[in-house]
């Protein structure tokens, strides 16, 4: 399965809708925030995805949670944007929250600066932003042979 992992989008709805179009099979899509309102004009267009996602700093009037967990295809994936966590200043306490949840999967935005990285059976990915200058976002594929991450800079 696919997965497209979108954060900071920022108003960019046509960098956000081209990131959907881009990744036809990802039947699940997650928005990390600071782009809630980007991400409700954008359902209408595509019934067929199910979308999910956490508020950020600047989603000032979201109901949304700030984080959340789904289990797919038997991995755990934790998500959140990531300023409650402080993590422009370092990933220490999102990755012992990620271990606490016990997730295999570990998604968070805010810094804009995209990163995948690999620590002691966690996989964790920033897919950077869909608003500025240097636009990307990320794809996870879950299969039985494992966890494949991606940046996809567009």
Not at 82 to 103: M, P, Q, S, W
Request: charged fraction near 20%; proline fraction near 5%; aromatic fraction near 10%.
């Amino acid at each position: 399965m696919r997965i497209l992992v979108t954060s900071d989008s920022h108003g960019n709805t046509h960098n956000l809708r081209r990131a959907i179009m881009s990744q036809p099979s990802a039947s699940l899509i997650v928005h990390l925030g600071d782009g809630e309102q980007d991400v409700q004009d954008l359902i209408p267009e595509f019934p067929e995805r199910q979308f999910i996602g956490v508020r950020g700093n600047n989603d000032w009037s979201s109901t949304l949670p700030l984080e959340g967990e789904i289990t797919v295809e038997q991995v755990k994936i934790f998500y959140t944007h990531g300023h409650k966590y402080n993590v422009k200043y370092g990933l220490y306490d999102f990755i012992c929250e990620a271990r606490r949840r016990h997730a295999h999967v570990a998604l968070f935005g805010h810094t804009h600066t995209p990163c995948i990285d690999y620590d002691d059976d966690l996989y964790l990915m920033n897919p950077g932003a869909l608003s500025g200058w240097d636009c990307s976002y990320g794809t996870l594929d879950l299969s039985p042979q494992g966890i494949v991450s991606n940046i996809i800079t567009i």
